[in-house]
């Protein structure tokens, strides 16, 4: 189902290999890459593509099997009018993880990715969502404010909340802490945010 392999550079180096899947009549870029029981994917943040995790990859391939999806309309992936609403992109979203045959993930979405991330797990309303959340906010981000995430923590009944020094692009400014929060999160910190049973 994927197509032609190709090589993503970033200053010459070569971060990861691209390939590409027609998932909802779209082609989509994507990279994939790693091992473990674990796994995560990736979400381009809005307008970015999937070279937003550069600084993270090596890091996180390492310990768990990693996908990175280019959301419609971003990096290299088609997109269409339709899907630039965050509920609408949540329903993409749900498809992607099933186009590769996934059940079971570990999902990140940065900046208004984060949204479409939990539209796309049943969330009718905040207090719908069971599924642990991590939230990672700089506490200089004048997009997405730390007091916004604040209030999201609260109506959120299974929500972590780190709030890092920095600004918009916390996940590439503060790189090794957003690596060390997202590994700690898919090792089983997401566990201590579960629903009681």
């Not at 749900?94 to 796309?120: K, N």
Request: one cysteine or more; glycine letters at 10%.
């Amino acid at each position: 189902m994927s197509t032609a392999l190709d090589k993503g550079t970033v200053d010459g180096q070569v971060p990861f290999d691209v390939a590409w899947r027609t998932i909802d009549g779209l082609k989509i870029r994507y990279a994939t890459k790693g091992t473990g029981d674990e796994k995560i994917v990736l979400f381009s943040p809005w307008p970015a593509s999937i070279f937003a995790f550069v600084s993270i990859w090596a890091g996180l391939t390492r310990r768990f099997q990693v996908l990175a999806i280019d959301l419609p309309g971003f990096g290299q992936s088609e997109g269409r009018d339709d899907l630039f609403a965050p509920r609408n992109m949540g329903e993409f979203i749900a498809r992607a993880i099933d186009a590769f045959g996934l059940t079971s993930v570990h999902a990140v979405g940065l900046d208004v990715g984060s949204p479409s991330v939990l539209f796309a797990a049943l969330a009718p309303g905040l207090a719908s969502i069971q599924v642990p959340v991590a939230i990672v906010v700089g506490r200089n981000d004048p997009y997405g404010l730390a007091r916004d995430a604040a209030l999201l923590r609260e109506r959120l009944s299974h929500a972590r909340l780190d709030v890092l020094e920095a600004g918009h692009c916390v996940w590439e400014e503060r790189a090794p802490e957003f690596e060390s929060i997202v590994t700690q999160w898919v090792s089983g910190g997401f566990r201590g945010q579960a629903q009681p049973t």
